[in-house]
């Protein structure tokens, strides 16, 4: 769980000062810089903290495939999210989770040092992922592994760990409060017996009746923790159709990509969805090509992934791969308030189907093939020197089209 641990202290980092979370994926950490610039001009603060208690169950899911590995470590935790805006308080969020981080690492990948193609400096794996730092020259580059790809949460229903004495303080509260209203208003209303029986009636009232209070508030919270988990069940009821998807996209790339790991796929189909529903130019983006009108998207200030992606339909058609999904996502929205809503955001994806990644880290300058300069094509569909397209699809998926519903 240090991992773990070490993921969300970096998270709730960000969420105070902006520092980027140095184990999370290159694209994660793109995207939380596109949240963070979206927050400021909205004027808002969104700070995210996850805490834990001793008692609380973890555990990890590890996968083995096609030169990758994939460990999915998960824990029972308490979620905190405040939105501020202009020095007030909007909204705070205090919710248990069922926390899913998703670390995604390569077989022989070692932190070896790369020398620059473009100025000779040697230099990490760790600081190649983000270019030179002394050219300024970008690398088309596999993420450096291990790395965070995803993360996500499921609602709890109660906080097992601290239930049990939640309850019992709860009950207690209850029963001595009904109790001496009780004692006092038997002890007002029996004016006609004597002192020592007025005493004595009060006390056995109150008393019996304060342990009937504490005994139906205990069914209550019971009753409503059963309401909890029935709303619960309903909204993850549409999930339930995607349990098929990893082993299905497996089977259809095993045949264009023998390095092909559902869990980077799926952490990269998250990212690109983020990263156009936050970008300030969509068009500038060589993950995007659509021309579908998107600003119904600018209100998002955060994006939470409710850990299932559905794909409907896959094809190759004119060399190309063609897949389309679903992601299931829990959006928040600032107008005048804070709202958070379950979304529903269509894609349909596509990536030449010669094209996939080597399982073996490299690093090489992105050149324009007109003017031969240097640039992060990952997130930027023309040079910004000559301005001649760069194709990203040959290397990688990019986002054709997208819709929410």
């Given at each position: 769980?240090?991992?773990?641990?070490?993921?969300?202290?970096?998270?709730?980092?960000?969420?105070?000062?902006?520092?980027?979370?140095?184990?999370?994926?290159?694209?994660?950490?793109?995207?939380?810089?596109?949240?963070?610039?979206?927050?400021?001009?909205?004027?808002?603060?969104?700070?995210?903290?996850?805490?834990?208690?001793?008692?609380?169950?973890?555990?990890?899911?590890?996968?083995?495939?096609?030169?990758?590995?994939?460990?999915?470590?998960?824990?029972?935790?308490?979620?905190?999210?405040?939105?501020?805006?202009?020095?007030?308080?909007?909204?705070?969020?205090?919710?248990?989770?069922?926390?899913?981080?998703?670390?995604?690492?390569?077989?022989?990948?070692?932190?070896?040092?790369?020398?620059c193609p473009n100025c000779g400096h040697t230099l990490t794996?760790?600081?190649?992922?983000?270019?030179?730092?002394?050219?300024?020259?970008?690398?088309?580059?596999?993420?450096?592994?291990?790395?965070?790809?995803?993360?996500?949460?499921?609602?709890?229903?109660?906080?097992?760990?601290?239930?049990?004495?939640?309850?019992?303080?709860?009950?207690?509260?209850?029963?001595?409060?009904?109790?001496?209203?009780?004692?006092?208003?038997?002890?007002?209303?029996?004016?006609?017996?004597?002192?020592?029986?007025?005493?004595?009636?009060?006390?056995?009232?109150?008393?019996?009746?304060?342990?009937?209070?504490?005994?139906?508030?205990?069914?209550?919270?019971?009753?409503?923790?059963?309401?909890?988990?029935?709303?619960?069940?309903?909204?993850?009821?549409?999930?339930?159709?995607?349990?098929?998807?990893?082993?299905?996209?497996l089977e259809f790339m095993k045949e264009y990509d023998p390095?092909?790991?559902?869990?980077?796929?799926?952490?990269?189909?998250?990212?690109?969805?983020?990263?156009?529903?936050?970008?300030?130019?969509?068009?500038?983006?060589?993950?995007?090509?659509?021309?579908?009108?998107?600003?119904?998207?600018?209100?998002?200030?955060?994006?939470?992934?409710?850990?299932?992606?559905?794909?409907?339909?896959?094809?190759?058609r004119d060399h190309l791969l063609h897949v389309e999904g679903?992601?299931?996502?829990?959006?928040?929205?600032?107008?005048?308030?804070?709202?958070?809503?379950?979304?529903?955001?269509?894609?349909?994806?596509?990536?030449?189907?010669?094209?996939?990644?080597?399982?073996?880290?490299?690093?090489?300058?992105?050149?324009?093939?007109?003017?031969?300069?240097?640039?992060?094509?990952?997130?930027?569909?023309?040079?910004?020197?000559?301005?001649?397209?760069?194709?990203?699809?040959?290397?990688?998926?990019?986002?054709?089209?997208?819709?929410?519903?």
């Amino acid at each position: 769980m240090q991992q773990l641990d070490q993921f969300t202290d970096e998270l709730h980092e960000w969420s105070l000062n902006g520092t980027e979370p140095p184990t999370a994926s290159r694209d994660l950490r793109y995207f939380l810089d596109l949240q963070e610039k979206r927050l400021k001009r909205s004027g808002t603060i969104r700070e995210e903290e996850f805490t834990h208690s001793e008692g609380d169950i973890s555990g990890c899911s590890n996968l083995s495939e096609n030169g990758y590995s994939s460990r999915i470590l998960y824990r029972e935790a308490v979620q905190h999210i405040t939105y501020h805006q202009n020095g007030k308080q909007l909204k705070k969020y205090r919710r248990p989770v069922n926390l899913y981080v998703s670390f995604v690492d390569k077989e022989g990948h070692e932190d070896r040092e790369y020398t620059c193609p473009n100025c000779g400096h040697t230099l990490t794996a760790l600081q190649a992922r983000d270019g030179c730092h002394y050219c300024g020259t970008f690398f088309e580059t596999d993420e450096v592994y291990p790395c965070v790809s995803t993360y996500y949460t499921v609602p709890g229903i109660v906080e097992r760990a601290t239930l049990e004495s939640t309850l019992k303080k709860e009950m207690t509260k209850v029963g001595w409060i009904c109790g001496i209203i009780l004692v006092i208003l038997s002890f007002i209303l029996w004016n006609d017996l004597d002192l020592i029986f007025r005493i004595l009636g009060s006390l056995l009232f109150g008393g019996f009746y304060g342990l009937v209070f504490a005994f139906l508030w205990y069914m209550t919270r019971s009753m409503i923790m059963i309401m909890k988990a029935f709303k619960e069940a309903g909204r993850a009821m549409p999930l339930l159709k995607t349990m098929n998807t990893r082993k299905k996209m497996l089977e259809f790339m095993k045949e264009y990509d023998p390095d092909f790991s559902y869990e980077a796929f799926e952490g990269r189909v998250l990212s690109l969805l983020r990263i156009i529903a936050f970008a300030d130019d969509r068009d500038t983006l060589s993950v995007w090509e659509g021309n579908r009108d998107l600003s119904d998207l600018d209100d998002i200030v955060d994006m939470q992934y409710r850990g299932a992606v559905y794909i409907k339909r896959f094809e190759e058609r004119d060399h190309l791969l063609h897949v389309e999904g679903t992601a299931y996502l829990r959006n928040t929205y600032i107008r005048n308030h804070v709202r958070e809503k379950d979304e529903k955001i269509h894609f349909i994806l596509e990536k030449e189907a010669e094209g996939h990644v080597d399982p073996g880290f490299s690093i090489h300058r992105v050149s324009c093939p007109s003017c031969g300069g240097s640039f992060d094509a990952m997130h930027q569909s023309h040079c910004p020197y000559c301005d001649t397209p760069y194709d990203l699809k040959k290397k990688d998926w990019i986002i054709k089209d997208m819709w929410r519903k």
